[in-house]
Structure formats: C-alpha cells, structure tokens
C-alpha cells in the first residue's frame, strides 16, 4: 500500500462551522505533513508531525488545529474559517529523514 | 532564510529536451526533490538528490551542486503529457525531530506538437 487517502475530497463550509480532515497512511512513515495550495502556487507548508508528535507549525492561525490520533492518521480540525482560508489542503508523509513525501489527493476546501 | 528559485514557465515541443533549473539558498539541507504536479491534483515524486552529482531515471534525470546551491531536472522525449508544473524542493531539517519540505514556486512546462 504506498497511497495516502485523504477524505473528504471536497469540502463546502461556512465561516461558523467546525469541520475536520482526515489523512491516512498504512506505508509505516514517521512523518507526516499539512501543506496548502492555492491556485497557481506551490504547496506552502503548515504543519509536521514526526513520531506523533507536533515538530513544525508554520506560525498557522490557531482556527487550524492538528491533531495526529496514532502513527497512521492525521487530522486537521478547521473552526471559524475565513473565505481566503478556501485552497486545496494536501497531506504527505514520508517514512524517514532521507526519503521522499508521497502526497495524497488533497481535499478541496471551499469557505463561504 | 529560506529562499529557491525556478523559472515561471517554460515551453518545448514533443520530443525535445529542456532542463529546469532550481537555485536555493537555505540552512539545514537535506536533500533536494523534484515534483511533477499536473493541474488539479496533488504533486508526485520525479527524482531525489542529497549527494552531488547525476541521478537518472528513465526520460528524467536531475542534477544537484551543493556548494553552488544549484539543482536541474532534464526531461528528454517530451510528450504532451509532460505538460505540468514542476516543483523544485528543498528537504529541510527542523528540530532535530524531522524534516520538511519547502517549495519553490513552481516551473509550468507546456509542451506543443
């Protein structure tokens, strides 16, 4: 299994909902990422969980929370989003410190 | 901090050869990658380099240069499918407890028949 599944796919939401992201990896990887990309613009890094663990937060607004249930799962727990918060969301991970990040499909966020 | 460049866009025809170049200035280098990442969905590995030199894979090869801080991707026997954005990135060591990945904005290739 080298795939990484994120669900939803795609995802309407309004400024006072709470939604979540799921991101799932069977591959046995240690690190696993939040990137965003917006249209036309490379992935920008959010935030890096290494053994479970938050490593890397991007100075990221507090209205995304992170959460990394077990090695195998990863979540981001959106609240209070803002319309310009609307991008695709893409997870990765990556089994060590020298191997490359398999992405999953992303999930595409709409904020209204 | 952490600056990498590439070019905007580029354009060749089917069969053709281009080079992508990718400039970076960063700390904590771990490696570099290249990406392949068409309209619409999620970016895929191409080809990795932590050590100088060649690394060849099929119609792909990529070149990094440590000390010059300079990598390029050679796509040889352009197809048409080959048009995509491709993403030069810089593999980061962070906290000593893991890495990460930055992106450089991005090269988008089209190639004409």
């Known amino acids: 299994d080298t795939e990484v599944t994120q669900t939803p796919k795609h995802l309407v939401m309004g400024m006072t909902n709470k939604k979540s992201l799921k991101c799932e990896q069977h591959?046995?990887?240690?690190?696993m990422y939040w990137y965003k990309q917006k249209a036309k613009k490379p992935p920008e890094l959010m935030f890096v969980?290494?053994?479970?663990?938050?490593?890397i937060n991007e100075s990221v607004p507090s209205r995304f929370s992170p959460e990394c249930p077990n090695s195998s799962l990863l979540n981001l727990h959106l609240h209070a989003l803002q319309p310009e918060d609307s991008a695709l969301y893409l997870c990765?991970?990556?089994?060590?410190?020298?191997?490359?990040?398999?992405f999953g499909q992303g999930t595409r966020l709409t904020v209204v | 901090g952490q600056n990498i460049d590439q070019p905007t866009e580029m354009t060749a025809t089917e069969g053709a050869i281009v080079q992508i170049n990718c400039t970076y200035q960063?700390?904590?280098?771990?490696?570099l990658f290249w990406y392949q990442q068409h309209a619409g969905e999620a970016p895929t590995f191409l080809s990795y380099?932590?050590?100088?030199g060649l690394e060849e894979k099929g119609r792909f090869s990529s070149f990094l240069s440590r000390s010059k801080g300079y990598s390029y991707l050679l796509l040889k026997e352009l197809q048409m499918k080959d048009s995509a954005s491709y993403l030069c990135?810089?593999?980061?060591?962070?906290?000593?407890?893991?890495?990460?990945?930055?992106f450089g904005k991005g090269t988008t290739l089209s190639v004409s028949s």
């Open positions: 990135a810089v593999s980061l060591l962070a906290n000593q407890a893991g890495t990460a990945l930055i």
């Open positions: 960063t700390s904590g280098f771990n490696g």
């Open positions: 969980y290494s053994y479970e663990k938050l490593s």
């Open positions: 380099n932590v050590l100088d």
């Open positions: 591959m046995g990887h240690r690190a």
């Open positions: 990765a991970s990556s089994q060590d410190l020298e191997t490359e990040a398999f």
